[in-house]
């Protein structure tokens, strides 16, 4: 009997666990095969849902040349161009196959952000990018 509090605490610390994990973002990604080099990214995936950021370093004055193939099997997959004190500079939402080139004048130095969002997506993309 003298063990039941502990019990009782044990208890209530998994509760209060599993509440603030609760509290995260959720992410799934099922059967994702995925590449990351600098000015490189691709990734196949049966489903994901979530969000990926890989971040790039430039120059006010560049140009962020963004090239982009995306095979969309299923749900959404979108695409964002953002800079932390200037926000969204672009950004696409896919539904269907495409393949296409954005240049985009980078007014600020620091680091820019290149975030993928899928919302139920099975499929690929293929992202290369460079910095003139």
Request: with cysteine; charged share 25%; proline share 2%.
């Amino acid at each position: 009997m003298k063990q039941t509090p502990k019990v009782v605490l044990t208890l209530v610390l998994l509760v209060v666990i599993g509440l603030l994990t609760g509290c995260g973002k959720s992410s799934l990604e099922i059967g994702m095969v995925e590449t990351n080099l600098p000015g490189r990214w691709e990734a196949s995936y049966t489903t994901f849902t979530g969000t990926k950021t890989d971040k790039i370093r430039a120059d006010a004055g560049q140009a962020l040349i963004l090239e982009y193939e995306v095979n969309v099997d299923k749900g959404d997959l979108s695409i964002e161009v953002n800079h932390q004190d200037a926000g969204a500079l672009w950004d696409v939402v896919l539904q269907e196959d495409v393949e296409d080139t954005v240049v985009l004048a980078l007014e600020q130095d620091g680091p820019y952000a290149i975030t993928i969002e899928g919302d139920n997506t099975g499929g690929s993309f293929d992202l290369s990018w460079e910095l003139e």
